[in-house]
């Protein structure tokens, strides 16, 4: 999973939002809410009770859990990353529906030919991972729009691999849903804070054959707070597929000189994504990291999580629990 994002540092922090009434959350979610990411507390110098903690807690908050994980990241004998196998065990021992996602390096350097020179690797690493683990989801790629606007010409690869990766994932494990994870922000084009312009192009969604849609969603990338998040943000994706969709990753930062933080603004995001995408047909959402902590050029994201990197919990936080 990729949450490094350049940042133009260009904006001043905004005063705190106000507290939600409890009445405005919504009760209940007609979807999986899970959580995405190996981010235990005090994240990346976490100590073996921290993992514990993490690993015991998961299940608690969570309906499903969310790994994503380059093909070439500690592959073991079969190709498979060793990562996933703990995301399996995760899951498996306390009945969470496992969302895994097979990646690559959108950002690379050799962008245009990625796909000639990996595409066969790639191809194995997913379908040894669908044989093997018989995922309920499988996302093949994560936030790929932003790969084809780095190389259309390399996105053409991407998408024949893709296809041909589809119909194998098909044939060893048939219940897997598979399906390409886009960034919602950049496709709307939006996402100022990403460091560069972006142009809209819903039109790729009609390039995959997929069971479902996935999107990652951070609105903070546009909006500095979440009043100017306009109605309908979530409600336009129907006009551009009759898929089911789902939400690999989203969030919202409690601290930020770039975008207006807090408790409750955070809380405030969540209750405008659950009423604006009850009208669409979600299969899982899961937030992006149970704690915040320490990422490489990530500060948009270092306090994305549910709780501080300490453990205490958020007023989201909660919020998102009873969804379980």
């Not at 010409?153 to 041909?164: A, C, I, N």
């Not at 898929?243 to 930020?256: D, I, M, N, Q, R």
């Not at 995001?269 to 669409?280: G, H, V, Y």
Request: aromatic residues 14%.
């Amino acid at each position: 999973m990729r949450v490094a994002l350049a940042v133009l540092l260009l904006m001043t922090a905004c005063a705190p939002a106000a507290q939600l009434p409890e009445s405005a959350m919504p009760s209940a979610a007609p979807f999986k809410a899970g959580i995405a990411g190996f981010v235990p507390r005090h994240f990346p110098q976490s100590t073996p009770d921290d993992w514990s903690a993490f690993f015991n807690e998961v299940p608690r908050v969570a309906g499903a859990f969310g790994d994503y994980v380059a093909w070439d990241d500690q592959p073991d004998a079969k190709g498979i990353p060793q990562q996933v196998h703990t995301a399996s065990k995760l899951t498996n021992s306390s009945g969470m529906t496992l969302v895994l996602a097979v990646g690559f390096d959108v950002e690379s350097q050799e962008a245009r030919t990625y796909f000639q020179d990996h595409g066969e690797a790639y191809w194995r690493a997913a379908v040894a991972v669908a044989q093997e683990f018989h995922p309920e989801y499988l996302g093949l790629g994560v936030e790929v729009n932003r790969y084809y606007e780095r190389s259309p010409e390399g996105f053409e690869d991407y998408v024949v691999v893709y296809h041909e990766v589809y119909d194998d994932v098909k044939r060893v494990s048939p219940s897997t849903k598979v399906f390409p994870i886009f960034q919602l922000e950049y496709m709307r084009g939006a996402a100022r804070l990403s460091g560069r312009e972006h142009k809209a192009h819903w039109e790729l969604l009609s390039r995959f054959k997929a069971d479902l849609i996935g999107f990652t969603t951070y609105p903070f990338l546009e909006y500095r707070s979440v009043a100017e998040i306009p109605a309908g943000y979530y409600a336009e994706i129907a006009q551009h597929t009759d898929k089911p969709v789902a939400f690999t990753e989203l969030g919202w930062p409690t601290a930020s000189p770039h975008v207006q933080g807090g408790e409750g603004e955070q809380l405030a995001f969540l209750e405008l994504f659950l009423n604006q995408t009850a009208a669409l047909d979600v299969e899982f959402a899961n937030w992006l990291f149970l704690h915040d902590g320490e990422f490489p050029n990530g500060e948009l994201f270092n306090t994305i999580g549910l709780k501080t990197a300490d453990g205490v919990p958020k007023q989201a936080y909660a919020a998102w629990k009873s969804l379980r």
